[in-house]
Structure formats: structure tokens, C-alpha cells
């Protein structure tokens, strides 16, 4: 076997988003402008047809695309502002899964609520073995505090949220909305707040764009039954994460979005409302953003809150549109690599992630794999022989417990065991679309080679 170089997960930029880009640079506008808002559009008309094809190309306001969708600079910052817009702060709770990466959990830190973690099921989900909460754990940590519960779709593979939805429905007795505090943001989270009447469910969907879900019942929308829908379009509020990594990138970069019940609505607000708070909090609170100052005679602005700056350029946005005329293939070609490691797991008897099953088709974002009777140092050295072969992989995530930062704050890995147990054998394999059929091939062998020594 002929030593190959097998990196992690290297961008796939190709020439189409090299001359966007060339075309942005040329243009005289590189910051947020028509691209980014063309990006906003295109996307949210992705999450809710599925298709990356529809013609977005009006008008901002006349667009039944419109104000579905807000790209930011990360999925980090994409979570704060969703918190920020429910109007999470000091003396709420947040429930977090203690099997994730940081920004799930940090984003509601920065907001001031404390963090309660929750332990994963055994093995994971019983279907996909993805590290899913245990709900029953979940609706147990549900006290009169709590505002939101984040959900991770992690790797791809979307959470129960017929499950979770369920949940916060039955715990409505035990919340109560924030006052207004009579400013308009602090009016907007109270409308939101009374709205849902319930604990917000806040999807951390940095992995997930494109994936979909066929629901039962997806809380309040009892339309959508039976119905295939996709991430973005399911929980109250989500984030997606266009890190270099991902499947879908801007280098760095994000996006929210909100799906919100009628009951919210019903006090008056629209989601063109919503979306200038999210332009706002993301714009120093300055009520108009650059391009807007730019027309003749329109210098003069207001501050309505001393707020962050995280907003998408038009350079991101051009890499990301030509991203997502690319999309659909590439998740394809990921689906590809999946069957084919599939394959030669099954014939290891190693357990690993189930992308696809007859409700749910994943982002095939990451694959994850547990090999059976290793202790961590054997993972370890599982993972320095694949390096040593020439294969990089990863290990997503050794759970936050088990973090300094978090280590206090959770109380120790030693709550959290079926977290300890999921990650101390597992290794994530590279898969990203600059993989050919042999590397492919070369990976599997490596695999079989190292697991049988
Ligand atoms: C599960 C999860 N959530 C959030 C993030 C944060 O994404 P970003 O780097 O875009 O802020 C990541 C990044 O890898 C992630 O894996």
C-alpha cells in the first residue's frame, strides 16, 4: 500500500469562488452590502424548499425571502445574538448537552445565564448512535428558570425534536416571561418571551446545514406533519457555523434564523422587526449599516444600544454563494464516502454514526467512529499510527466536563458517564470532498490495518 497524505478536512474552495471574490475586491464594496443580503436570501430560501436553485435576485424587501435569515461573522456569535433576542441574561438557566463543543455553551455564558449540563444517552441514539441528549434527564433539569434548552445537531445528524418539543410543552406550567423593561429590545424579548409561553428551544446547527427531519409534530406547527424539513426551519431560533471546516464555508463566518409559533405574532411582531434587531445588535447598535450611510445626503446615524460588531462581508458572502450553488453536490459526494466507510465498519465490527434512515437524512458532516474494547490510550494510539499512515483524524469532542473551563461549572466528568464512555474510544475519520475514490480506499485500508494490530 503506497503511503497517501490524507488531510483532515481541508477547505474546497474551487474557481467559481475565487472570482466572486475577484469580482467583490473589484467592485468598491467589500463589506456588508448586496452579496451578503443575496446570501441571506438564498439561503433561507434553501432551509425552506430544500433547493439551492430558486432565483432570490430582487429586491431586499420584496422578497418572500426577506428577514428570514441574518449572516453574521460565526455560528458563535449567530448564538449569542439568538440569546440576546430571546432576551436570556443573569438568573436564567440554559440546558446544554455536556457532549459538545464550547460555543454551545459559551454563548449563553456570555449572556450571563448559568449553564445546566446534561449527560448523552447510553451509546448515543439507539438509530444514528449520535450523541443525543438523554431527554429523560433533560425534562427532569427543567425548573421554573429555565429559558432555553441548546440542542446540537452534532456531525449532521439531526436531534428528536418531535421529542423535544414534547417536552418543553409539557414543563409550560413552570415558566414565566420576562417583564418588559421598556426599551425596545427589552420590549422585543418580553413579546417574545410571552409568545412562546414556554422554555425556547435554540438549535446549535454548526454542522447541520441541509439537513432534515421528517416530523410527527414539530411543536407548533401542526402543518408540517409528516412533512421533511429542514434545519433552520425547526427549532425557535438557530445558529449555523461557516467555519473553514464545515461543509458549507465563508472562511469564518454564520448565520441565525428563527422559527417562531403564531402565538408570538399574534403580539405584533414580525420577523422584519426581528431582523433589524439582529442588524442592530450585530451593528453596534447603529440604526443604519454602511451601505445605507453611503447614499448622498444619508451621513447621520443613531446608537440605540452600545452593542457588538459581527457582521458578514461581501467577500465571505461570495465564497459562501458560490458554496451553495455547489452544495447540494457536495453534501452528495459526502453521502458517498459515508456508504463506502459504512461498509468497511460493518465488516470491523466497529459502530460509527447512521447518516441516513427513513426520517432523517444528515449533513454528512462528520464521521464518527468507537472502536470496541480500547481504553483512551489505545484511541490514542489508534490515532498516532492513522497519523504515522499518512491519515489525520480527530476525536469531536472530549466533553466540556472534562474541560478547565467547565470542569467547576459542571461538576466533574464523573456526572456525566455515558459522555466519559462515548468519547474515550472514539476517532473521527477526515471526510470532506477533496477526497478521491483512492484515498477513500487508502483510508479503509489504513483503518483495517491499525485496528487489526
Ligand atoms: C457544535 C459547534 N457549535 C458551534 C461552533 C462554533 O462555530 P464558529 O466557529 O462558526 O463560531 C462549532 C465550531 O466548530 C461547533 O462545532
Known sequence: MEKRFISF??????????????????????????????????????ILSGKTDIDCDSTIETSEYSNRLVCLNSATAAEELNFKILGIRPGDEVIVPAYTYTASASAAIHCG??????????NGDRITHAPEMDYEALEEAITSRTKAIVTVDLGGIVCDYDKIFEIVERKRHLFSPLESDKSPLGDLNSRIQRGLGRVAIVADCAHSLGASRTFKHVGHEHGKD??????????DFTDFSFHAVKNFTTAEGGASTWNLPQSVYDLGITDKEIYKFYQLLSLHGQDKDALSKAKVGAWEYDIIGPWYKCNMTDIMAAIGLK????YLGLIDRRSQIISKYDEQC???????????????????HLYLIRIPELDENGRNKVITKMAELGVSTNVHYKPLPMMTAYKEMSGGIDRYPNSY?????????????????????YICDVLNKVVNE
Open 113 to 122: 445565564a448559568k449553564i445546566i449540563f446534561i449527560d448523552i444517552q447510553k
Open 323 to 326: 458554496q451553495l450553488d455547489r
Open 9 to 46: 478536512s481541508p477547505p474546497d474552495i474551487s474557481d467559481l469562488e475565487i472570482s466572486e471574490v475577484k469580482e467583490v475586491l473589484k467592485s468598491g464594496w467589500i463589506t456588508t452590502g448586496p452579496k451578503t443580503k443575496l446570501l441571506e436570501r438564498r439561503l433561507a430560501s434553501y
Open 226 to 235: 409528516n412533512k421533511k424539513i429542514y434545519c433552520g426551519e425547526i427549532a
Open 346 to 364: 460493518d465488516r470491523l465490527g466497529i459502530s460509527h454514526l447512521i447518516h441516513h434512515t427513513d426520517y432523517m437524512d444528515s449533513s454528512n
Open 421 to 441: 464512555d462515548y468519547y474515550h474510544n472514539l476517532i473521527t475519520l477526515p471526510l470532506h470532498t477533496l477526497l478521491s475514490d483512492e484515498d477513500v480506499i
